[in-house]
């Protein structure tokens, strides 16, 4: 496996891991009894999965451009739960999110804002990563056929 795949597969893992946290906190920190809050962490949670679920699967053989686009859609999507989660949390630190009031960094908040961010760096490393070898394989082809231009068979 190489780097490009290892990121996306260790960001996935990362993603899950913030949903999972989310999940936790609703549970057992009793976050379901807060209103909007609660349901938020659940959704977030069930977003979380079914996104690294998705990157997890081997999208890019779906047939087409549908092929091509989903992992990169399924980052972004990826980095939009985890830094969604991270402002919504220094929201609720600083002004109140839905009428609730986070304070104090306890462990549960230290280890959601780490995993939020490492999510964020190791999906957008795959998209930068995997847009560079994309344009790397591109230019190779082109110089295998230099002339293809000139083909009779070559659309105009």
Not at 75 to 96: D, F, N, P, R, T
Not at 143 to 154: E, G, I, K, L, R
């Amino acid at each position: 496996m190489n780097t490009v795949a290892w990121t996306r597969f260790l960001g996935a893992l990362a993603l899950l891991a913030v949903g999972l946290d989310h999940l936790e906190q609703a549970v057992v920190d009793h976050y379901l009894a807060i209103p909007t809050i609660g349901t938020l962490f659940v959704l977030n949670f069930a977003a979380a999965a079914v996104v690294a679920g998705g990157l997890f699967a081997p999208v890019q053989r779906l047939p087409g451009r549908v092929g091509e686009v989903a992992v990169p859609a399924l980052c972004l999507a990826g980095i939009g739960v985890a830094a969604g989660s991270l402002a919504g949390l220094l929201v609720s630190e600083s002004s109140g999110l839905f009428g609730f009031m986070e304070t104090g960094y306890r462990a549960a908040i230290v280890v959601s804002i780490a995993l939020e961010s490492v999510t964020v760096v190791l999906l957008g490393a795959y998209l930068a990563v995997a847009r560079r070898a994309r344009k790397a394989r591109r230019g190779a082809a082109a110089a295998t056929a230099p002339y293809s231009a000139y083909a009779p068979h070559a659309p105009r």
